[in-house]
C-alpha cells in the first residue's frame, strides 16, 4: 500500500495524544503543576494536528462533516464521531486544570475512555479489510493502542520531570507498556513474515484449475490510480534495515533511558526533562518508522490482478 | 446508507463475461469510458493525456494473463496452456465490503435491483472504498476527488427514450465478440442464469466473502492441435497455398 504521509503523520501524532490525553485522564500528573497545563494543551495540539493532517488526502474536504454520519456499519466513521465526542471531555479537563489547578475525575476517565476508543477505531479501519492481508489481524489493533499508551506514558514523564514531580508512575507505565508493545509489534511482524495470502492469481482469476496464472500484460502501459494506491512494493533489504531503525529508535533508546531514570531517579529538573524528551522525541521517531512500514509492506488483493 | 440491504434484493443485476470468448480487443473499455465520462456523474478524466505519463480513470479494464498447466515452463508448451484475456469491472458484490466502509453514505446496495452506486455528491474521496474492494474495481477520479465505479449504465438499462436493444451496459452492446451478458442472476430463468448452471459460472475470489453478483464463464477446454487432422489435405481439390487454407476453413464451418 502507498504509504501516504499525510496518513502516516496522522496516525503518529493523534496516537501521540491521545495517548497523552489518556494519561492526563487517569491523572497521573499534578494538576496544579504548570508543566500538566501544558501538557493538556500539546494533548489537544498532537490530536487537533493529527486530524487536519488526515483531511489533506481527501479529494472533498469541505464535505468531511458528511463522515459523522455512518457510524452503524463504517469505522472511520466511528473514528470521527468518537474524536469529535472526545474533544468535550478533554476540553473539559484542559480547563479545569488552567483554571482550577483541579483533576476532575469524571470527565478525566471518560476522556481516557473515548481517547483509547478513537484509537482503536483508527486501527479497526486497517484491520477490518479482508482485502490487505497484512493488517486484517486482532494484532493490529492491540499494536496501535499499546503504542499510543506508550508514546503517552513517555510524554506524561517528561511532563512529569518539567513539573518537578513525581515521575516514577509515568514512567514505569511507559516502561511497561513499551515492552508490550514491542512484543506484540514482534509477532505481528512474524505473523506477516508467515503469511500465506488469502487470494492468489489463481483465485482472482478463477484459472487456477488450467494451471499457474500469471499476468500477460496490464491493461495499459502507464500507472493507474489502482496501482499508484495499492502497488506500492518495498524491497526485503530496504524493509529489513527500516525495521532496525524502528527498533534502535522505538524502542532501544527510549528503554534504555527509561531505565535509567528509573534506577537512579535523576533530580527533577532540566537535565532530566531533556533526557525524557530525547527519549520521546526517539519513540516519535520510530513509530513514524514503524507506521511507514505497516504500509509499505500490506500487499493489497488487487495486485493479484497487476502482477505485483 | 452503507448498510447492505438486510434481504437478498429482488433483482440481481449484473454481467456475465466469457472468457472463452473475449478477444481482448479492449471496445468495451472505449465504449464504458465514452457513455460515462458523459452520463452518471462527474467525467471521466485524464491526467496528461497527450503527454509521456498519461493515466486516467477507467470503471472497465482488460487484463491478459497466461495459465501455464504443470509440466509446462512456456505458454503452448504443455496442454492446455493459454492466454486470457480477462476484462473486468465492479462485480456489484452481494456483501459489498466497499459499501459498508463509506464513512459517508455516499456508496449503497440498491436494495431494489443490488446494483451497487456512489452519489458523488456526498462524497468525500476517502479512497477506503477502493481499498476494502479487492478486485480494484474502483478508481477515484483525480480531477473531481470523488470515487468512481461501474454503475452498470444504470441511465441506460432503465432508460425508456433508449430503444430496446440500448437498454444493457454500453460494454454489452459493444462486445463484438458478444463476451458479455447482462442480466437478472435472481431469476434462475433468465438467459444469465441458464448460461452461468450450464458453463459453471464462476466467482472471482470466493475467499475474500464479497459474494458477487457477476460471473465469469470459463475457457472451454482445448482441443490440442496434434488432435487436429490437417483440414488443407482432407478435400482441398488440388487447390493449394490460400486457396487450400480457404478451402480447409470453409469445410470447418
Ligand atoms: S467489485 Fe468491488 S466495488 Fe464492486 S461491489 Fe464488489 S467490492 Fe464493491
Ligand atoms: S471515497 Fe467516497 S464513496 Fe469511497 S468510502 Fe470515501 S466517501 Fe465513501
Redesign the pocket.
Known amino acids: 500500500m502507498h504509504p501516504a504521509l499525510s496518513i502516516i503523520v496522522f496516525s503518529t501524532l493523534s496516537g501521540l495524544g491521545y495517548g497523552l490525553a489518556f494519561m492526563l485522564g487517569l491523572g497521573v500528573l499534578d494538576p496544579a503543576a504548570s508543566a500538566t497545563k501544558v501538557a493538556h494543551l500539546t494533548a489537544l495540539a498532537l490530536i487537533s494536528g493529527g486530524l487536519i493532517s488526515s483531511t489533506l488526502h481527501l479529494g472533498n474536504p469541505q464535505r468531511a462533516w458528511r463522515a459523522l454520519s455512518q457510524w452503524r456499519s463504517s469505522w472511520l466513521s466511528r473514528e470521527g464521531v468518537l474524536a469529535v465526542f472526545a474533544f468535550v471531555p478533554l476540553v473539559w479537563s484542559a480547563l479545569a486544570c488552567w483554571v482550577w489547578d483541579d483533576y476532575h475525575p469524571v470527565p478525566g476517565l471518560l476522556g481516557a475512555l473515548l481517547s483509547a476508543g478513537t484509537v482503536y477505531c483508527t486501527a479497526m479501519i486497517y484491520a477490518s479489510l479482508r482485502s490487505v492481508d497484512a493488517w486484517h489481524t486482532r494484532l493490529t489493533p492491540a499494536v496501535f493502542l499499546l503504542f499510543a499508551v506508550s508514546g503517552g506514558a513517555m510524554l506524561a514523564t517528561l511532563f512529569a520531570h518539567a513539573g518537578g514531580g513525581d515521575a516514577r508512575i509515568p514512567g514505569l507505565l511507559a516502561a511497561v507498556a513499551l515492552i508490550a508493545a514491542w512484543t506484540v509489534k514482534l509477532s505481528w511482524w512474524k505473523r506477516l513474515r508467515l503469511l500465506v495470502p488469502t487470494s492468489s492469481p489463481e483465485s482472482a482469476t478463477g484459472l487456477g484449475y488450467i494451471g499457474k496464472v500469471s499476468l500477460f500484460e496490464r491493461p495499459h502501459v502507464n500507472e493507474n490510480y489502482l496501482t499508484r494506491e495499492m502497488g506500492y512494493q518495498i524491497a526485503r533489504k530496504h524493509a529489513d534495515k527500516l525495521r532496525r531503525i524502528a527498533l534502535i529508535f522505538g524502542a532501544a533508546v527510549p528503554a534504555i533511558i527509561l531505565a535509567l531514570m528509573l534506577l537512579v531517579v535523576p533530580e527533577a529538573g532540566l537535565g532530566s526533562s531533556l533526557a525524557a524528551a530525547f527519549a520521546a522525541l526517539c519513540f516519535a521517531a520510530g513509530v513514524f518508522v514503524e507506521r511507514w512500514l505497516f504500509f509499505a509492506e500490506a500487499r493489497h488483493a488487487v495486485m493479484n490482478y497487476y502482477g505485483g | 446508507m452503507t448498510s447492505l440491504p438486510t434481504l437478498p434484493t429482488p433483482k440481481k443485476l449484473g454481467l456475465v463475461i466469457d472468457l472463452d470468448v473475449c478477444v481482448g480487443c479492449h471496445a468495451c473499455v472505449i465504449s464504458c469510458k465514452e457513455w460515462n465520462t458523459g452520463g452518471y456523474g462527474n467525467s471521466l478524466s485524464d491526467q496528461d493525456p497527450y503527454g509521456p505519463d498519461v493515466s486516467g480513470t477507467f470503471l472497465n479494464r482488460i487484463h491478459s494473463f497466461e495459465v501455464i498447466p504443470e509440466g509446462g515452463k512456456l505458454v503452448g508448451e504443455a496442454g492446455d496452456a493459454r492466454i486470457v484475456h480477462f476484462p473486468k469491472s465492479?462485480?456489484?458484490?452481494e456483501d459489498?465490503?466497499?459499501?459498508t466502509v463509506c464513512p459517508t453514505g455516499a456508496s449503497y446496495k440498491r436494495s431494489a435491483d443490488g446494483i451497487?452506486l456512489v452519489e458523488e455528491d456526498k462524497c468525500i474521496g476517502c479512497g477506503l472504498c477502493a481499498w476494502?474492494?479487492p478486485?480494484g474495481?474502483?478508481e477515484m477520479d483525480v480531477a473531481a476527488g470523488v470515487m468512481k465505479?461501474c454503475t452498470l449504465c444504470v441511465d441506460r438499462i432503465y432508460n425508456e427514450t433508449l430503444e430496446e436493444v440500448d437498454r444493457v451496459p454500453s460494454c454489452v452492446r459493444t462486445c463484438p465478440s458478444n463476451a458479455r451478458h447482462f442480466g437478472d442472476l435472481a431469476d434462475s430463468a433468465s438467459d444469465v442464469s441458464i448460461m452461468v448452471a450450464e458453463r459453471g459460472g464462476m466467482d472471482l475470489m470466493p475467499e475474500q466473502a464479497?459474494r458477487?453478483v457477476n460471473k465469469y464463464l470459463p475457457p472451454r477446454p482445448r482441443q490440442p492441435l496434434a488432435e487436429c487432422a490437417p483440414a488443407t489435405t482432407r478435400d482441398a481439390g488440388g487447390a493449394s497455398g490460400f486457396f487450400a487454407w480457404l478451402d480447409g476453413v470453409l469445410e470447418r464451418m
Open positions: 465492479c462485480l456489484h458484490c459489498a465490503p466497499c459499501v451497487v476494502a474492494c478486485y474495481a474502483r465505479k464479497t458477487p
